[in-house]
């Protein structure tokens, strides 16, 4: 006899964000993420895209650092906005296979690059340890 074995403190199931076609195809076919970002502002990915640029700028400076935090703050915000529509209470899993759910998941992720290089050690250890409780396969 096979036993499954069942989470009994009863984790919420994944959250799965939306999808958004019109943004994803503006930043697929290269348009700047700040229009792309102005033009669908909900959308998390754009904001990634953004803070990416700026901690990838050559020579980068504090400004792109502290440009590339905002940026991620607000796709981390506007990405909280999006899972609590979907029906995450504040944990549970948000897995990074589910395209969708990348751009809050890579905010999250400049958010902690850019908290660790201004030295704001709680903000990017509470950041690490949100990407572990979202996606665990993600070895953040």
């Given at each position: 006899m096979t036993h499954t074995h069942q989470n009994l403190l009863g984790e919420p199931?994944?959250?799965?964000?939306p999808a958004t076609p019109e943004a994803d195809a503006e930043l697929t076919a290269g348009n700047p993420p700040a229009e792309v970002a102005a033009h669908h502002p909900t959308v998390s990915a754009a904001?990634?895209?953004?803070?990416?640029?700026?901690?990838?700028?050559?020579?980068?400076?504090?400004?792109?650092?502290?440009?590339?935090?905002?940026?991620?703050?607000?796709?981390?915000?506007?990405?909280?906005?999006?899972?609590?529509?979907?029906?995450?209470?504040?944990?549970?899993?948000?897995?990074?296979?589910?395209?969708?759910?990348?751009g809050f998941l890579r905010c999250v992720i400049a958010l902690a690059k850019a908290a660790e290089a201004i030295e704001e050690t709680e903000e990017a250890e509470r950041c690490t340890q949100l990407l572990r409780d979202c996606d665990p396969s993600m070895g953040a």
């Open positions: 199931p994944a959250t799965l964000l904001w990634a895209a953004l803070a990416e640029e700026a901690l990838t700028r050559p020579e980068r400076v504090l400004s792109d650092t502290v440009e590339a935090y905002a940026y991620a703050r607000t796709g981390y915000h506007r990405g909280l906005d999006a899972l609590r529509r979907n029906g995450w209470k504040g944990h549970g899993p948000v897995p990074w296979s589910h395209e969708p759910n990348r």
